[in-house]
Structure formats: structure tokens, C-alpha cells
């Protein structure tokens, strides 16, 4: 092990973490870490294969005597979210990930750290090399692109497992059980525009930064900033009141993430620029107060730019921005059910200016599958309202929970038995793979838990590292408590 994660307990998790790190996984170009995985199976002389669409499995026999035991997978995915601060030089599919101890937590330089869903995958890891406690027949099924997608779940195999309970490893706060999730499906509208002479003037390049961002289905709740939100507000006034003309406009990266940062290229008439840049600085102020809260280090500003080759005609310029203006972002309801839940939501994730064209890429959550369908009705509308070309992703489904499940009881008394308190049992509005692999294998018994994580999905993650420990005993104490078969 390096000097890096080498000191910390246990040794066999962060060793595999470690791991994880030195191997580039962004979402759709996770071949280096399957290799990695796969060779890992194969040095412990463990049955090691690939499905059909390139999800890795990994088999480890019962300890002698524990044959009768049920058979249990442990679920990870292998993809991370690649995402870094502006100026970070990191190559996500070929640059290790550079893990740093801060305290109580690990974080990464510049970039996520990936313990979404690293430390799950490692922990899993661990377990088929760890010959220290018994346990029945276990499979480790390690996923490929969940973050984009859920495409590794979506093609499994239906013939590969044997397994009837199934513990995911992808959740995010330690003593906290899960055991149901919210479905989701992704809306995308592309607007076209005529370009046009950039006219004369004064070029300026518009920056919204320093938001926390976030996972748009942990963090939805929590009011944060949306740069892109922020960005069109005043690309909007700005257009009525002091004649911008919009090269350009860029924010977020991923669909799943609260975006973090926007950008406009824009040209102001001379005689408009003194005005306009007091109204940049009057909007920050404004801004800032109010979102000083949850977003202390926010910062809107302008700097002299390049001109941009062309402009968007106004006609498109307005019906672009009043579209982006409009668009839904944020919680759209509250479960009535399961206290602080949020039940339905929409994620205005990504604005990319192409050629002539504006691409905007939404995501839509929730645990009541109609409700995804009117949430995607509702942003659709917005679409077409703006004259925007509308396509969907395939979409997932959610996972309903099951209160009387026999994993559940099992994951209930281990925990209280090890800590002498109560797991708090909750269900997530973040997309987990239970849902889609459960219908593939009808009847898998399921829970999912985790250490304890923050800033997921941006580059302010980090993994507490205290609850590290905590999760892995609790797992391989999980593992020696399963039923038997009869």
C-alpha cells in the first residue's frame, strides 16, 4: 500500500480503496478498473467472470459448514462521477485519483474522490480476500455505469446469480438502513438559433461560482444554489435592460449533479457597459444575501473576453433564456408518508452551447412512478413552450420498500447488537440499482447501507473515515448472521 491511505483501519477496505483510485472509472470508460476487479478475483483463485455486457462477478464459497446458509451478493458500481473544480488539469480516463487524509475525512485534490461508489466496491473486495469470520456462499456483482445510466444493472444478466438477498453498498450515511429508492428518468430539449455578426461592443465572460453542488437526489432538498439557475436570471434582465448579445452559455456537467458552476460569453454596447457591469456587481451582492446560508462562497462576476465568433439572434436569445428561466428546478413535493422524504423532484443539470444550438439535459426523481411522468410532462412543456426538440432517457425504477423484509430484521439486530442503538431505517431519493435488479431477480430480499459521505458528485466530496470501520464490521457481521436455506 502507499503512504497515503496505508495507516488507516481496516487495512484490507482502504488498501482496495486505494485501489480503486489508482484505476480511472468515469462513467462509460470504467475498463481499467474492470480489468483491476477482475484480476483481483482471479489472485484469490475465486470464480471470476463477466456477464454479456461487461458486469463483473466475483463467487466465494461458504466457509466449511456454512454451505446451507442462503446465498447473499453484495452489490457495488465500478463508474464514478468525474467532476472537477475549473483550472483542475485531471484526465478522468486515464489520471489516477490523488486521495489525501484531512482530518476525519479523505478527500481528493480537485476532483470527486469516487467513494460514491469506491469504499462499496472496496469493502467487497475486502470480504473475498478476508478469511477472518464465516459465512455462507457470497457473490460480488460489480456494475458498470450506474452514474450515466444504470446500463450495467439494465443488462444483467438474468441467469448469473444465485443469490436471493442482496446487499448494496452504495449508500451514504453510516447507521442509516435503506430500503427503498426513487425511480427517475432524464428529459432533454435542444433549442436552435440563427448566428449572427457579433455587433460592437464591449466582451465580457459572465462566471456564477464557488456553489456547493451536490447529488441531485441527496442534496435537492437542502436549497441550494443552481448556477445555471443563477446565471439565466441575470442573462435575463440583462437582455431587456442593457441590449446583451449571448455568444455562449455553459453550466454543470452531469445529470445527476446540482450544478456547481456556470459561464456566458456576451457583448454589451459601449454605451451600455458602464450600467451593465454596476448590475453585475448590484446582482452578486443580491444574490449572495440571498443564499448566504447554504452557499457562503458563492460569486458572480464579469471579466474582459475574447469576442465570440457570432451571436444568437435575439428572437432566440429571449425564447432560450425565458425557457431556461421557467424551467422547474428544485423539489416539487414531500412524501406524506415517510417524514422528510422528498417524494418528487427536478434537476436542471446541464446547459452546452454547440454550433447553433443550446442543449439542456434535466433529470426527473421520484418513488411514485406517475409522478415521474408528470414531472417529465411538466418539463416537457417547458420544452415545447420554447420551441426546443425533446428526447428521454430509458429511466429507472424505483425500489418499494418492504418493512417486513427478513434482511432487514437481520442488518436491525446485528447493528443493535454491535453498537447498542437503533439503525434508523429510511428510504432515498437518490437512484439505487436495487429497483432494476430487482425485477430482473424476482423476490431478491434487499437493503443497502453505507459509511458516512458528503459533497458526492462534486469535488468537495469526502468520506468520513471512522464510519469506514463501522460499515465493514457491521457487513461482515451481517454475513455471519444469515439464515439458512430452510
Known sequence: MSAVLGQLKPELVWKYFEGMCNHPRPSKNEGKVADYIFSVGKSLNLETLRDTFGNVIIKKPATKGKENLKTVVLQGHMDMVAEKNRGVEHDFDNDPIQPY?????????????GADNGIGVAAALAVLEDDSFEHGPIECLFTLDEETGLTGANNLDTKILNATILLNLDSEEEGTIYIGCAGGKNTEGEFTFKPEKTPDGINYEIKVAGLQGGHSGLEIQQGRGNAIKILVRLLSHATEKHALSLGKIEGGNKHNAIPREAFAIVTIPKDKDKEFTECVAKFNTMVKEELATV?????????????????????????????????????????????????????????????????????????????????????????????????????????????????????????????????????????????????KYPGMDMVSFGPTMFGVHSPDEKLKIDTVALFYDQLTHILSNIPSKN
Open 101 to 113: 487524509i484531512d482530518g476525519e475525512y479523505v478527500k481528493a485534490k480537485g476532483t470527486t474522490l
Open 295 to 439: 452557499e457562503p462562497n458563492l460569486l458572480v462576476s464579469i471579466e474582459p473576453f475574447a469576442a465570440p465568433a457570432n451571436v444568437m439572434d435575439k428572437e432566440s436569445q429571449v425564447r432560450i433564456l425565458n425557457a431556461l428561466y421557467a424551467m422547474p428546478h428544485g423539489v416539487i413535493k414531500m412524501s406524506a408518508d415517510i417524514p422528510e422524504l422528498v417524494e418528487t423532484s427536478t434537476n436542471l443539470a446541464v446547459v452546452i452551447t454547440e454550433g447553433n444550438t443550446v442543449k439542456v439535459v434535466t433529470s426527473q426523481r421520484s418513488s411514485v412512478a406517475s409522478e415521474i411522468e408528470d414531472a417529465t410532462n411538466k418539463v416537457s412543456a417547458v420544452f415545447k413552450l420554447g420551441g426546443a426538440k425533446i428526447t428521454y432517457g430509458d429511466g429507472y425504477p424505483g425500489w418499494k420498500p418492504d418493512v417486513n423484509s427478513e434482511i432487514l430484521g437481520v442488518v436491525k439486530a446485528t447493528y443493535k447488537q454491535l453498537y447498542n442503538r437503533e439503525p434508523e431505517i429510511k428510504a432515498i431519493h437518490a437512484g439505487l440499482e436495487c429497483g432494476i435488479i430487482g425485477e
